[in-house]
């Protein structure tokens, strides 16, 4: 029943912590099924400490745990409303078990009530029935909080009068998301590292692809950047290389999280994305269920087109331990999707 808990300060290294022993009145005990392993991950550990991405998972000191997202099953439970053998679909720890305080508890899921997640953002906090409304398993752990997100930021780069969008890490499965979506409306622009360039060509959601070293190269007259590499030399270039032609600029990841930052730019001013405020603004235009609607029909689109996609199973401490290791260090192959068991 192991946790894997990152190093901090050598994220690639893990320690399996004991099982969290037995559970209070009012907490259940969770089997987590199996969990994607992306980029986004890492970047949860990354920013650890400077977005709290540590919190939700209590570690011992020089520790912490990943948080990743994917499915669960009650298998012992002090808590109102939950029962065993539930599944959940939610924010899990690295591991192969997970006590949680369910509160709120409805139909339609529960919150993690525990004293250490008060004050984190509720989205994550949230878990809900597993469905298979998102379709197959696997692809709901990979893509349902990446996709909500392409999603986002699709609805809020649709709205802007920009004939082109530069998307940075055109090879990770959130840019993908927002290519697909926003291709045909507007012109889209994907930089990558030269060894993705042929995969994101390939894929067909861009109108043109450019290695990091060819931003001058960048086609359209009015360009939003959506940036989510976080690399300093790619956003500096941007800035820098497309001069008036670039209208404005989104931070939205950190794929590149080894290389230095830079804030120093000339144009646009950068604008953090919070997912929150731009899910808050479409669900008061379209109401809760006209956004569910929306995303869902986005999301059917997306998957429709997901055949370049091959889910790879890693199970067991060893292996998830390596693959995490991989992903630290950028080894990823953009067409394979892992989703991970310990
Ligand atoms: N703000 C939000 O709400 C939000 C939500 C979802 C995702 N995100 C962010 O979006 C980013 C993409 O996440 P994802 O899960 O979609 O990624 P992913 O599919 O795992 O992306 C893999 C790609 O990222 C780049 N990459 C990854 N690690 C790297 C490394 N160490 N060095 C250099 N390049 C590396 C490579 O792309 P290239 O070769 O094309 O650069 C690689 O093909 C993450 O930073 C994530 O946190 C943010």
């Known amino acids: 029943m192991t946790t894997l808990a990152a190093r901090v300060g050598a994220l690639a290294e893990t320690t399996a912590l004991p099982d969290p022993g037995p559970i209070a009145d009012g907490e259940a005990r969770f089997l987590v099924e199996h969990f994607a392993l992306t980029a986004n991950n890492v970047t949860y550990a990354v920013h650890g400490e400077d977005f709290a991405y540590w919190r939700f998972f209590p570690a011992p000191e020089g520790h912490g745990i990943v948080p990743v997202w994917g499915f669960a099953r009650v298998n012992e439970s002090k808590a109102d409303g939950i029962s065993v053998g539930q599944r959940f679909f939610g924010y899990w720890p690295m591991g192969a078990v997970a006590v949680l305080t369910p509160v709120q508890v409805s139909a339609h899921g529960f919150t993690d009530g525990a004293a250490h997640r008060s004050g984190l953002p509720p989205f994550y906090n949230r878990y809900n029935p597993a469905s298979p409304a998102w379709g197959d398993e696997a692809l709901q752990c990979l893509f349902r909080p990446l996709y909500a997100t392409s999603f986002l930021i699709d609805c809020l780069v649709a709205s802007r009068p920009v004939d082109t969008l530069l998307l940075s890490s055109a090879s990770s499965k959130t840019a993908l998301g927002v290519a697909q979506a926003a291709k045909g409306r507007q012109f889209v622009v994907g930089l990558t590292s030269p060894a993705n360039r042929d995969f994101c060509e390939k894929i067909g959601y861009y109108d043109q692809v450019l290695s990091y070293n060819e931003i001058a190269s960048v086609a359209g007259e009015t360009i939003a950047f959506v940036d989510f590499s976080g690399n300093g030399g790619v956003r500096s270039g941007v800035h820098t290389l497309l001069g008036e032609r670039l209208k404005e600029s989104h931070i939205v990841g950190d794929t590149h999280w080894e290389s230095p930052n830079t804030n120093e ?16 603004d479409r669900v008061a235009e379209w109401g809760p269920a006209g956004f569910e609607q929306r995303l869902g029909e986005a999301w059917g689109r997306f998957a429709a087109t997901s055949s370049w996609l091959r889910v790879e199973r890693v199970t067991g401490d060893a292996a998830v331990a390596k ?20």
């Not at 730019?265 to 808050?280: C, S």
């Not at 693959?323 to 394979?336: F, H």
């Open 265 to 280: 730019l000339p144009g646009p001013v950068p604008q953090l994305f919070f997912a929150p405020t731009v899910a808050q």
């Open 323 to 342: 693959a995490w290791a991989e992903l630290v260090d950028g080894r990823i192959d953009p067409a394979v999707g892992i989703v991970a068991a310990l």
